[in-house]
């Protein structure tokens, strides 16, 4: 274990200090961790109209008529919960400025007032998007089953939006890390 110095009396840890070593982490999700994934923020809103968010690395879109979103999500997740209440949620790949947002919303990060509290959000039809996101689409789901230890939804891509001209660059996970940290 290697502890940083910043301050007198104040040490941090270079990387998380509760998660699993590697050495103890299973092959397939040591060779997962080799490769890199995009970020996305899926969002949604129950059946009482509360909001609900996640990010998901694990996300796969397949172009077509129609175009398909695949992702594996938490089966015990309020997003999972809201998505299987109205049928409809939200993907947008997130901006690599936005780390804190998705450490909220993946729940390692404390978030008062909850992970949506202090950002502004464009309510769609299809639940919730980040106000300024250089991208979101707008998705129906057509099934869900377990997959692993998770849930694989798969959906139809019923609305895009890309924004014109957009030269950001996404955030992007690899090896438990974001990018360039």
């Given at each position: 274990m290697r502890w940083v110095r910043q301050n007198?009396?104040?040490t941090i840890h270079p990387s998380d200090p509760f998660a699993t070593p590697e050495q103890d982490r299973s092959?397939?999700?040591?060779?997962?961790?080799r490769l890199p994934s995009a970020v996305t923020l899926w969002t949604a809103r129950d059946g009482d109209g509360r909001p609900a968010g996640l990010t998901v690395s694990s996300t796969v879109v397949v172009d077509g008529?129609?175009?398909?979103?695949?992702?594996?999500?938490?089966?015990e997740s309020a997003l999972?919960?809201?998505?299987?209440?109205?049928?409809?949620f939200t993907v947008a790949p997130?901006?690599?400025a936005e780390r804190q947002?998705?450490?909220a919303f993946a729940g390692l990060m404390p978030a008062p007032g909850g992970p949506f509290a202090g950002h502004q959000w464009t309510e769609t039809e299809f639940g919730p998007v980040l106000h300024g996101v250089p991208a979101w689409a707008g998705c129906r789901v057509d099934a869900a089953r377990p997959i692993?230890?998770?849930?694989?939804?798969?959906?139809?891509?019923?609305?895009v939006e890309v924004g014109a001209g957009d030269?950001?660059?996404?955030?992007?996970?690899?090896?438990?890390?974001?990018?360039?940290?």
């Open positions: 007198p009396g104040v092959p397939v999700r040591r060779f997962r961790g008529d129609p175009g398909r979103v695949l992702g594996v999500l938490d089966e999972w919960e809201a998505v299987r209440a109205t049928g409809v997130l901006p690599a947002l998705a450490d692993g230890w998770g849930l694989l939804v798969e959906a139809t891509v019923a609305h030269s950001g660059v996404s955030l992007i996970r690899f090896r438990g890390r974001y990018l360039g940290s």
